[in-house]
């Protein structure tokens, strides 16, 4: 009965991961300061400046970065509302920029669950963009293989579902560098660009080679493919918080395009349960983060 019982446990992390996946024990492995500073029942949020390339120009916003850490269940690939004996302790981003286009607003936000064992890929990302033209949503479970669905009002974009082979995920590098630096995968790659920038270029979820390096204190993507770069700035002490970025690629289309850098850097940085400010007496934190 024992034997039956840890087989069907197996195909089960199988069918979700690549190797077996440690739950409780995760977050018993971590140093004593990293679960002092991630599991005091706070999130991190960090604000940045933000000059954010689009049709052409440079557009100045601000940016958020929310990590948190979260029970994740992963048959349903959801977070669980308590802690069961199958969930897997991830540290959850949610990327949040906003910057005008002219007349009308954009909004981005991109969430990655990323298991705390750090060793495997993210179990789920999402990204959505709202603007006036409409919004488009994409999302990715890692089960078998990277099950990917999308949805956008454009054309030929309208409503899709496919798989691909796993690779590493640009979008959970952010949080594997917050756990530990030196474990970024470094040297010639095949990754998948954020899903960000996909769905703002209009080109397909999938694959590109790329190289990767990693300083005391950045990590650096290039995607010659796609004529892409990527420089993230951290802190080399723990947290290892982000300090600020730069994505340089082709903005717009036709006549318009250029090639043009993103830049952020960091404005305030603050640790609180947030999802319990939710009082209008609570918008005195907006300030505090310059979100105003």
């Keep these: 009965m024992t034997s039956c019982k840890k087989e069907n446990q197996n195909i089960d992390i199988a069918y979700n991961f690549d190797a077996d996946v440690e739950t409780k024990e995760a977050v018993t492995k971590q140093s004593p300061e ?14 940045y400046k933000l000059e954010q390339a689009r049709y052409g120009e440079i557009r100045e916003g601000k940016a958020v970065l929310i990590y948190v850490t979260e029970d994740f269940l992963p048959n349903i690939q959801v977070k669980a509302n308590n802690k069961k004996a199958n969930s897997i302790p991830v540290l959850k981003l949610n990327a949040i920029k906003k910057f005008n286009t002219g007349v009308y607003p954009y909004s981005i936000m991109q969430s990655t669950f990323y298991p ?31 099950e990917i669905m999308s949805h956008s009002y454009f054309e030929g974009e309208a409503d899709k579902n496919f798989k691909l082979k796993k690779s590493i995920l640009e979008n959970e590098l952010w949080t594997q560098l917050r ?10 790659l095949e990754i998948i660009p954020s899903f960000e920038y996909s769905r703002l270029r ?19 993507i290039n995607y010659p493919e796609i004529n892409r770069s990527l420089i993230i700035q951290f802190n080399p002490n723990f947290p290892h918080d982000i300090l600020g970025w730069e994505e340089t690629f082709k903005s717009g289309f036709g006549s318009n395009a250029k090639v043009l850098t993103t830049k952020a850097s960091k404005l305030k940085t603050i640790k609180s349960a947030y999802w319990q400010k939710n009082s209008n007496k609570d918008e005195i934190l907006r300030e505090t983060l310059q979100l105003n």
């Design 34 to 47: 990293f679960n002092t500073y991630w599991y005091a029942g706070e999130a991190e949020v960090s604000s």
């Design 116 to 146: 705390i064992s750090n060793n495997q890929h993210a179990i789920k990302v999402s990204s959505s963009i709202q603007e006036w033209c409409g919004h488009v949503y994409a999302q990715l479970n890692n089960k078998k293989e990277f």
């Design 179 to 188: 756990i530990n630096p030196k474990s970024l995968p470094t040297g010639n």
């Design 202 to 220: 209009h080109a397909p979820i999938k694959a590109h080679k790329a190289s990767a390096t990693l300083t005391e204190s950045t990590y650096s």
